[in-house]
């Protein structure tokens, strides 16, 4: 295992969906932890340090753009990419607390290129 390799913990309540995702990152060299909801990211966030967060905005428990704002709170150096079906809430005033916005489609690569971009600044 690489020292410098980047920690990534997707947030997504479905588990197809969240398995692709972790597979995808892992197959770029990432390490990847998974979590099914908002609570268990922010109790994951509250002990562990990832360089980036992928968050889902529809789950069952918490919104994903509450968390983002709950993150931020926490003075995290993180840097927090949201991953929706729904491009509307691109103008949401509370996606503020976003790194950056991705759509998701069966298409990985515009997600990964994403990743990629935020991990390098």
């Given at each position: ?13 479905e ?101 990629k ?5």
């Amino acid at each position: 295992m690489k020292t410098d390799q980047k920690s990534i913990l997707v947030v997504e309540d479905e588990e197809p969906v969240r398995m692709l995702i972790k597979e995808e990152l892992e197959d770029e060299g990432y390490k990847v932890f998974t979590v099914k909801n908002g609570t268990e990211a922010l109790a994951y966030l509250a002990s562990n340090n990832v360089d980036l967060v992928t968050l889902d905005i529809e789950m069952p428990d918490l919104n994903g753009l509450d968390v983002a704002g709950k993150i931020r709170e926490m003075k995290k150096p993180v840097k927090i990419l949201i991953l929706t079906a729904y491009s509307h809430y691109r103008s949401d005033l509370s996606s503020w607390a976003a790194d950056d916005y991705v759509v998701k489609s069966s298409n990985m690569s515009e997600m990964k290129r994403k990743v990629k971009e935020l991990l390098e600044d």
